[in-house]
């Protein structure tokens, strides 16, 4: 009997490959035009908060030389 209870415990690690490939199959993957759509769009992002912070920290740093002297 102990030996039945041996055989029906499932590897965890093939269970957790198969749950995670279940998983991914219910997911609803991009198409291509709208993955490079979006992708263009954390680039576009990126660029407009970089020079934000650039322009920031720019006048944060005039501020701080002309207090500092």
Known sequence: MAE??????SN??????RETIGELR????PTRREALQLTGLVIVVMI??????????????GL???LLG
């Open 4 to 9: 039945k209870a041996k055989s029906k415990k």
């Open 64 to 66: 701080l030389g002309l």
């Open 12 to 17: 965890p690690i093939q269970a957790y490959f």
């Open 48 to 61: 407009v908060v970089g020079f934000i912070l650039g322009m920031t920290d720019a006048a944060a740093r």
């Open 26 to 29: 219910k997911v609803s993957w």
